[in-house]
């Protein structure tokens, strides 16, 4: 059977595995990024990543790489916005790394769009004709997917960034440039920010979940967060009317403390809650290896 590499850049590990057709990880290493030390280090460390899995199986010819940011993903290249990795905009991933493995293939795509591809393969996804994939990690990351077409990518490979659509306009200043993103609304980090606005406290996301019984702030900014979700899937349902939403990344492990809300607030908001299905993803930290992989294989077809 065939064997990708799949390798999961996110800001702070570089999660690498083997995966064979069925979608199996045969064996993973994991390094730090050092997201603030540049982009050759981080290429120095994705590179160390690769090797370590090659010294096991050095027959593998394919690697897919999922990363932050905007992705050409034609030329594997970052372009204006890189995410929250330092000077990562306009890396070119793939000419360095098949300069350093002259004899492998690489392929690049946005994070996002891995995690989609994933669900699409063997998730929650495979069944939908057509889904939108919402990711809430320490961002929010979005792919619009479709049996037929696959990834939107849009004309400029800006497309599918649905983190940065404008859910306030003026509101809170994003990564990206642009003020009142849904992605400071609803997100890690998000949660994070309007914990500190309430309480003058830092906490991780996963301890704000953790106090949500017993701490009010908590509380408020979780159902805060739920309706926040709920009203920008509302809009999405509007712009798509795809068959499925599915909502992955870190934050889905704690969607005991804010699923049930979102789902009742969407009901209240949308003109109309049948046919779109909102459901979670199948696949949580393994998502990243497993789509990058798969987009290697997908690619390599097209060869
Ligand atoms: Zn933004």
Redesign the pocket.
């Known amino acids: 059977m065939k064997k990708a590499i799949g390798i999961d850049l996110g800001g702070t590990s570089i999660n690498g595995g083997i995966v064979d057709e069925k979608g199996e990880i045969l064996s993973k290493f994991e390094y730090e990024t050092g997201k603030n030390f540049g982009s050759y280090e981080v290429l120095r460390r994705i590179a160390l990543v690769i090797q370590e899995l090659l010294n096991h199986h050095s027959d593998i010819e394919i690697i897919g790489i999922g990363s932050p940011g905007f992705i050409d993903s034609v030329k594997g290249r970052v372009l204006v916005h890189g995410g929250n990795i330092a000077h990562w905009a306009g890396t070119d991933i793939k000419g360095i790394l098949e300069k350093r493995f002259p004899n492998r293939k690489i392929y690049v795509e946005n994070d996002a769009n891995v995690a989609g591809v994933c669900e699409a393969w063997y998730g929650a996804g495979k069944d939908f004709q057509s889904f939108i994939m919402i990711t809430l990690g320490t961002g929010l990351g979005g792919c619009i997917y479709t049996k037929e077409q696959g990834i939107w990518h849009g004309h400029n490979f800006q497309g599918g960034e649905l983190?940065?659509a404008i859910l306030y306009p003026n509101g809170r200043l994003?990564?990206?440039?642009?003020k009142g993103?849904v992605?400071?609304y609803v997100s890690g980090t998000a949660v994070e920010i309007m914990y500190y606005e309430e309480t003058n406290q830092i906490k991780s996301s996963k301890e704000i979940f953790k106090v949500y019984e017993e701490d009010e702030n908590a509380k408020k900014i979780i159902h805060e967060f739920a309706d926040n979700l709920a009203i920008y899937i509302a809009s999405i349902k509007n712009i798509f009317d795809s068959e499925g939403i599915i909502i992955g990344g870190g934050l889905i492990n704690a969607r005991y403390y804010w699923w049930d809300r979102m789902i009742k607030s969407y009901n209240d908001y949308v003109n109309n809650p049948v046919g779109m299905k909102i459901v979670p993803a199948d696949y949580l930290n393994d998502a990243g290896i497993i789509g990058a992989a798969k987009i290697a294989f997908d690619n390599m077809k097209r060869v």
């Open positions: 983190g940065h994003c990564t990206c440039g642009q993103c992605e400071r």
